[in-house]
């Protein structure tokens, strides 16, 4: 097994995900002696042009200085590995792209013209190729690393875009949904959190973003069912992952009721 | 054994499961946790739930109390025997790299705790047959579920009452149990008729110096019989699966999949799917591997997924796999149908559908 190249990037995000490496601790430790870090700014280890195999990339595309920045990025690295909801979708921000940011930014802050930023927040597979994505608000330390293993063996990472239900289940949760009239996004939901929100009796928020072959229009359907308004159902599927294909359409269906 | 009828009091009942523990098992029985009834572990029947009964429909289950001061009035919660005997996420085996460059492999084995599970329907019992159909009945047998399953003591409960959602009286599987119990149940108002099933439950009745059962108290029996099937919904298994067989290009599957969530709800609260997954989980250095098998459902992509293709990438054709699969190819499979009756594929799927509605459609479809 060859030693491989690393650099940890981050864009417009909250620190969260890159966090799932430092969490992992002793494997951290490990990780450093299997791979070579040449580019970790949160664990203070700095290169931002450095060439490397593999590299993590957190946030999502909102200000002009992260154009050049992403390309340089991509041109630096053989994969280029997404992790996060802001980095796969855009994430919490891109909320502003459905709306009038700049009004936004004036309603919010005290000196708006100090702030220089796009008027979208948009995912880094619109600007590069991206080859594996990591989907999570935040990524789990396991989904990482089980990335990186399957890289440094030398095969694709594999993909968990089964349902939420099918992990909740496995884990003996009792459906809230059928219990208790919630509505629980877990049905047309990635797994990979361990199913943390029905485990304490709270639905799904989606944050995992849009499993494969989502029905979003039965699931709002449902929601309609447990008497949510209109805009109600349009949170559920903007909260976090508003701009990932499936959750943006079924919020905008029901934004225009 | 003799099916014979002996009157338990209801003062003996904490003594009969005493008895159960002092043989080396960990008692399971009914326990409310997240609205619905479960099994988890007691050591005190004070600690079963009294008077509670079960409200379910298609996509809703609730729990409320009633009058009769009963432990059994409720029909069933979400999961029968299943995760029991074969279990969510089972570790198959190990692989480690040695010092020669060669690699070990050993089995994951290990025998879980004896279990003694009280208050299992008949439809759970004509599941597990199943389950063991379909693991053990061909050598070499699975071991894990093997372990899973040698480990039981099984108390069954003859219903009292069905749910909205049971059906077991058509599919030929309740609402009373006739076999693959140690110990049977049957709750009358003043106590218990308990009638043995093997040898360990004959013995645990002789021990316990029980009177046979009155005239009165076994009429009492028969006429709960007669309410719980009378309170059912009916289908022909027979018919069903005739019709099914027929149904590959009906119109109806799309309508459903326009419901249906691809959720996998459905197969996983079923006690009698068993499909599964398998997947290696290697440590972060590569000294060792774990390989490891998971509750699937021929709901999700992977499920199709042969040699670089996923078959069934959209949600009709994988509905109507598991319906066909469950009520009629089943029976060239195994002899008999997949579906106990349990109703609770109706019960938990989130977006409402009603698996015999979904047979009445296609049925339909396939006449016209
Ligand atoms: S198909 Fe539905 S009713 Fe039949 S055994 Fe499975 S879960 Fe129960
Ligand atoms: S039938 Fe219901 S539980 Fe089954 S996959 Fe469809 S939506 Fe989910």
Redesign the interface.
């Known amino acids: 097994m060859s030693r491989l190249s690393l650099a940890v990037h981050k864009f417009s995000s909250c620190d969260g995900c890159q966090l799932a490496l430092l969490n992992a601790g002793k494997d951290f430790l490990e990780l450093t002696r299997l791979m070579e870090i040449r580019h970790f700014a949160e664990a203070g280890i700095l290169d931002n042009n450095a060439e490397v195999d593999i590299a993590i990339v957190e946030g999502s595309i909102s200000t002009e200085a992260d154009l050049p920045r992403i390309q340089a990025i991509r041109k630096h690295s053989k994969w280029l590995l997404t992790v996060g909801a802001c980095a796969t979708s855009g994430g919490l921000q891109a909320l502003r792209n459905m709306h009038d940011s700049g009004q936004w930014m004036i309603d919010i802050y005290a000196t708006p013209g100090s702030i220089d930023s796009l008027e979208t927040a948009t995912p880094i597979s619109a600007h590069v190729p991206v080859d594996f994505e990591i989907w999570g608000c935040p990524i789990t330390t396991e989904a990482l690393l089980e990335a990186l293993k399957s890289l440094m063996a030398g095969v694709s990472p594999i993909e968990h875009s089964d349902k939420l239900c099918i992990e909740c289940k496995r884990r003996q949760q009792v459906c809230v949904m059928v219990t208790g009239a919630r509505p629980c996004m877990g049905a047309v939901t990635r797994s990979g959190c361990g199913a943390i929100c029905p485990r304490v009796g709270r639905a799904c928020y989606g944050c995992y973003g849009p499993a494969e072959n989502p029905n979003t229009a039965s699931l709002a359907n449902r929601f309609k069912g447990f008497g949510l308004m209109d805009d109600e159902i349009t949170r559920r599927f903007w909260f976090i992952n508003s701009a990932a294909d499936g959750f943006r359409q079924e919020g905008e269906t029901w934004d225009k009721k | 054994m003799g099916h014979q009828d002996f009157f338990l009091p209801l003062n003996k009942l904490q003594t009969l499961v005493d008895r159960v523990s002092a043989a080396g098992y960990q008692c399971y029985g009914p326990h409310i ?4 009834i ?1 099994f988890a572990a007691f050591s005190s029947v004070e600690q079963w739930p009294v008077g509670v009964v079960d409200f379910q429909g298609p ?4 729990l409320e109390s009633e009058t009769s001061g009963r432990y059994f009035y409720w029909a069933n919660g ?2 029968g025997l299943k ?1 029991l005997t074969f279990f ?2 089972q570790d198959l085996w190990q692989s480690t790299r040695t010092a020669d460059a060669t690699v070990d492999f050993h089995a994951e084995t290990g025998s879980p705790q004896k279990m003694a599970v009280f208050g299992v329907r008949s439809c759970d019992l004509a599941a597990l047959a199943l389950l063991d159909r379909h693991f053990l009945s061909e050598s070499p047998a699975d071991p894990y579920y093997r372990d899973g399953r040698e480990r039981l003591l099984l108390i069954a409960v003859n219903c009292a009452r069905s749910a909205a959602t049971c059906f077991c009286h058509s599919t030929g599987d309740g609402p009373f149990a006739e076999s693959g119990f140690d110990l049977c149940l049957t709750e009358l108002e003043a106590g218990f008729l308990i009638v043995a099933g093997s040898d360990r439950g004959t013995e645990l009745i002789d021990a316990l110096r029980l009177r046979l059962a009155h005239k009165h108290e076994l009429k009492q029996k028969r006429e709960q019989f007669q309410i719980a099937s009378r309170q059912q919904r009916k289908l022909d298994p027979v018919q069903v699966r005739f019709d099914l067989a027929q149904s590959i290009q009906s119109d109806a599957w799309q309508e459903i ?9 459905c197969t ?2 079923c006690p009698t799917c068993f499909c599964f997954s398998e ?1 290696d989980r ?1 440590a ?3 000294e060792n591997s774990m390989r490891t098998r ?4 021929c ?4 499920h199709s997924y042969i040699h670089g293709v996923t078959i069934r ?3 009709a054709p994988r509905y109507r796999q598991w319906l066909t699969h469950k009520f009629s190819t089943w029976v060239n499979q195994y002899g008999r149908s997949g579906c106990v009756g349990c109703g609770r594929c109706i ?6 559908i009603d698996v015999i509605e979904s047979i009445r459609q296609v049925s339909a479809n396939t006449h016209e």
């Open positions: 946790r997240d609205a619905a479960v996509g809703e289950y609730r979400p999961q995760p969510p996420e999949a326009r419901d249906c969530l691809s959720c996998g709800n996983s609260v997947m290697p972060l250095g590569g998971i509750w699937d459902s709901f999700s992509h992977g990438e959209e949600t019960t938990w799927c989130p977006a409402g």
